[in-house]
């Protein structure tokens, strides 16, 4: 499980995080309780809900999908939901982590 922060202006709403999942993810998006869990490409399953005020995000991969472009578009999506869904790139995400690290 990851946890991520959000930026300013992003609210920690669970109903925000489900339109975003529904909007970088074609396919169906199911509540389990307070999580979202969907599936797409290489994720096998992937379930996002919002933790105090921190998004987290635990994710599971099928490891025999081969496809290159299959798996790139997949990373893709993932990335874009993840900026829809904190404010923050991958750059400002990777730093931020980074910065956790070394408290």
Known sequence: ?????????????SERIYSVLKE???GEVKREG??????YG??????AW?????LAV???SDNSVTDNE???DTNKRFRDFLLKATGFTAKERLKAAKK???K
């Open 1 to 13: 499980m990851q946890e991520y922060k959000l930026k300013r202006g992003f609210t920690p709403d």
């Open 24 to 26: 970088c993810f074609p």
């Open 34 to 39: 307070d999580r979202f869990v969907t599936s």
């Open 42 to 47: 290489v994720i096998s399953r992937l379930s």
């Open 50 to 54: 919002i933790e105090g005020k921190k």
């Open 58 to 60: 635990d994710t599971v």
């Open 70 to 72: 299959l798996i790139l």
């Open 100 to 102: 956790e690290v070394s």
